[in-house]
């Protein structure tokens, strides 16, 4: 029996990198997730910087850290999403390994 590699049983691709399985571009990108989220760390550094740098440097540091980074972490996890869905109507077929992010275009 030939193996047609034009018309794969599903779930059957290999990643070409990593040789981890492969999921379907479409299906992982039409989960919406949000990655504007605080991960709290416990790496709060406001009483330290009161102390060396004054209540205004304080102020700047907590609008920083939860405010500013949530929002560009946010925004970057939406302009990745935008390029996926760039990629998928161009190749509707598309693959990608979810252990090395490598994305295989197919039409
Ligand atoms: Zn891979």
Known sequence: MEYDLD?????????????HTMQYLKAY??????EGYMI???????????FWFGTYAALLYRFYRYVAQPFSDKKTGERKQRRL????????KSLICLH???IWKRR
């Open 100 to 102: 090395c992010h490598f």
């Open 29 to 34: 990108n039409s989960v919406r997730y949000n």
């Open 7 to 19: 018309n794969p049983e599903e779930g059957v691709r290999e990643c070409p990198k990593c040789r």
């Open 85 to 92: 869905d760039r990629i998928l109507k161009a190749y509707p």
């Open 40 to 50: 709290d760390d416990g790496r709060d550094r406001t009483n330290a910087v009161a």
